[in-house]
């Protein structure tokens, strides 16, 4: 939709700087410096879809195919209308994770567009959905979002909604389809019919398939297919194709029993999580000193033979720690931590298990031992050895009493109560640094302080302000993001928001078209502004009647905010990770 001046184009795996120098903002986004196009919402002025490489992509669209309602039949979903069939106008064939088509007029809500829960905190439930549905079944072709794992020789594996074994033969179609076209000499990418997209990523013998019509983009689905994909192979390792050598036919079900709930919850994490394509991990807020007294503890730990040493809450990083020249990848680490947080038998007990790194090694396993503390927060010990079990155990027993004694996990709970940035804390006009309080906390009580920032609300969620944003450092692969406030308040307003995010993002790393260095939307539920230069992305979302001006001076403002209190929000000098 809009483009603003190109830089060059990065690798897609960085280096990272285990010392990285902070550099000021000497660069400040100006209106003079942002190419501004103003949209309807359809998207980007000659916008293109870029899929890279060699590939084969279909267009199945027939004249009068968007008009009038669809009714399901044997060759097609009822995909964005649903079904005149079945159902009222108000009915809703769907469930707490989001993706089922729904009908909805108006309802009380606000849902127009079938979305639900979008955050970790919403009441979702990880595990199989609808298992009595086939594809036969007029709700299954209902559904906005399909993922399929299935072999080369076309035997389900995973299906996210439905019982695999009754959607065996629509797995052999897919893999039909991808035989006849790889039978060629070529490669299928993606298929478009009407508003639906089917996806496609081979990967040796196991193939993997999307079919949506939640108008995502093509890349942002093709790297949830890489994600899926990366999650299995934590569970069972590359070496997997080694059997489909000896046995073409080979039945790998039974290797992932009971793990439907690391995948749903996975998927259900693409509709909340920003790393899932950022490629980037986001740490919880806390004092400099606190992290470093939990850091320092865990460098003892990995000097002793420990891989990596990490501390977590929930999905946000309190501090990790790595072996010398071992390197963990941002996407690990998500992969990682979502399969501990959606096995409940991990915070039952202490666990030692065989894991996988994808980015590291996907040929050969680690060894994991898991331990929470208390709900949120648990430790991960990885090590290339079957048999540190005991070792690790001390090693844990150790951290535990230094944590305690440094009230390092008390500070995590209440980092967690208190919350990270919120846009309504955002100053004004930056202090001198040495006036600049760092702490988050002190920062919300002088922010509140009529009497010191009289404006500081001038601005912020009002019709010209700030709703959200989302800041990564290119530097650390962290990223921070703020937190939900009003008018961004609702499940369906906030993975509304993500995915536009996701389209973005999509657009401003576009190798076909791009990079670009600014981009500016206006569409009827935002305005979209982002900047990337070679320190940071920023990511910010305003009010739809925002002024253009005003959005620009608070980027700036927002870089400055992030740049005082780095030391609390992001993990600083973590050396032994390069990626």
């Known amino acids: 939709m809009s483009t603003g001046s190109s830089s060059p184009s990065s690798d897609e795996e960085l280096i990272f700087n285990p010392n990285p120098i902070p550099k000021p903002i000497d660069d400040e986004l100006t209106l003079a410096s942002l190419t501004l196009t103003e949209s309807n919402g359809n998207g980007s002025a000659g916008e293109s879809d870029r899929y890279g490489g060699a590939g084969v992509v279909l267009e199945a669209e027939r004249e009068g195919e968007r008009e009038g309602p669809s009714s399901p039949s044997s060759s097609g979903y009822a995909g964005e209308r649903g079904s005149s069939s079945e159902g009222t106008s108000n009915s809703r064939i769907g469930d707490e994770d989001d993706d089922g088509i729904q009908e909805v007029i108006n309802d009380h809500d606000g849902f127009v567009d079938g979305v639900g829960d979008s955050s970790p905190s919403a009441s979702w439930v990880p595990g199989k959905r609808h298992v009595d549905e086939d594809d036969a079944s007029i709700s299954w072709r209902k559904r906005k979002k399909h993922f399929f794992i299935l072999s080369h020789s076309g035997k389900p594996i995973y299906s996210r909604y439905g019982d695999e074994h009754k959607l065996a033969g629509f797995s052999a179609t897919l893999q039909a389809i991808i035989s006849f076209v790889e039978n060629g000499k070529d490669r299928i990418k993606l298929v478009r019919a009407g508003k639906h997209q089917v996806v496609f990523l081979v990967k040796g013998p196991i193939y993997l398939v999307c079919i949506s019509c939640t108008e995502e983009p093509y890349e942002s689905l093709r790297g949830q297919l890489e994600l899926l994909y990366g999650q299995m192979i934590l569970i069972l390792t590359k070496s997997i194709n080694r059997c489909f050598e000896k046995n073409p036919k080979f039945d790998m079900t039974p290797l992932l029993g009971g793990t439907d709930v690391v995948f749903s919850s996975l998927i259900h994490s693409f509709n909340w999580n920003p790393a899932t394509f950022l490629h980037a991990y986001t740490c919880l807020p806390l004092a400099y000193a606190t992290r470093q007294a939990a850091g320092a503890v865990l460098q003892d730990v990995a000097d002793s033979g420990v891989l990596f040493a990490l501390l977590m809450c929930k999905c946000k990083v309190v501090s990790l720690v790595g072996a010398q020249k071992a390197s963990l990848h941002p996407d690990d680490m998500l992969l990682l931590s979502?399969?501990?947080?959606?096995?409940?038998?991990?915070?039952?007990?202490?666990?030692?298990?065989?894991?996988?790194?994808?980015?590291?090694?996907?040929?050969?396993?680690?060894?994991?031992?898991?331990?929470?503390?208390?709900?949120?927060?648990?430790?991960?010990?990885?090590?290339?050895?079957?048999?540190?079990?005991?070792?690790?155990?001390?090693?844990?027993?150790?951290?535990?009493?230094?944590?305690?004694?440094?009230?390092?996990?008390?500070?995590?709970?209440?980092?967690?109560?208190?919350?990270?940035?919120?846009?309504?804390?955002?100053?004004?006009?930056?202090?001198?640094?040495?006036?600049?309080?760092?702490?988050?906390?002190?920062?919300?009580?002088?922010?509140?302080?009529?009497?010191?920032?009289?404006?500081?609300?001038?601005?912020?969620?009002?019709?010209?302000?700030?709703?959200?944003?989302?800041?990564?450092?290119?530097?650390?692969?962290?990223?921070?993001?703020?937190?939900?406030?009003?008018?961004?308040?609702?499940?369906?307003?906030?993975?509304?928001?993500?995915?536009?995010?996701?389209?973005?993002?999509?657009?401003?790393?576009?190798?076909?078209?791009?990079?670009?260095?600014?981009?500016?939307?206006?569409?009827?539920?935002?305005?979209?502004?982002?900047?990337?230069?070679?320190?940071?992305?920023?990511?910010?979302?305003?009010?739809?009647?925002?002024?253009?001006?005003?959005?620009?001076?608070?980027?700036?403002?927002?870089?400055?905010?992030?740049?005082?209190?780095?030391?609390?929000?992001?993990?600083?000098?973590?050396?032994?990770?390069?990626?």
């Open 338 to 579: 979502n399969f501990v947080m959606s096995s409940e038998s991990f915070r039952t007990s202490e666990s030692f298990s065989p894991i996988c790194l994808p980015r590291y090694n996907p040929t050969a396993f680690l060894y994991a031992y898991v331990h929470y503390f208390d709900a949120d927060t648990y430790l991960m010990l990885l090590t290339t050895s079957s048999d540190a079990f005991y070792h690790l155990k001390d090693c844990r027993i150790r951290i535990e009493q230094v944590l305690l004694r440094s009230n390092v996990l008390s500070e995590v709970q209440r980092s967690i109560l208190e919350g990270g940035m919120r846009v309504e804390d955002l100053p004004v006009d930056p202090l001198p640094r040495s006036s600049m309080p760092h702490r988050l906390s002190q920062q919300r009580i002088l922010t509140q302080s009529p009497e010191i920032f009289s404006e500081s609300i001038v601005g912020i969620g009002g019709p010209t302000g700030l709703w959200h944003f989302i800041y990564r450092s290119i530097y650390l692969d962290q990223y921070v993001s703020s937190d939900f406030s009003p008018p961004i308040s609702s499940p369906q307003q906030q993975k509304r928001l993500y995915r536009a995010y996701q389209k973005l993002y999509c657009s401003m790393h576009d190798k076909g078209i791009g990079p670009h260095k600014t981009q500016f939307r206006r569409d009827e539920n935002y305005v979209l502004l982002c900047w990337v230069t070679q320190d940071f992305e920023l990511y910010a979302a305003f009010d739809p009647l925002a002024d253009k001006a005003v959005a620009i001076k608070t980027c700036n403002r927002v870089c400055q905010w992030v740049k005082d209190v780095e030391n609390e929000i992001f993990l600083q000098g973590a050396s032994p990770f390069s990626w």
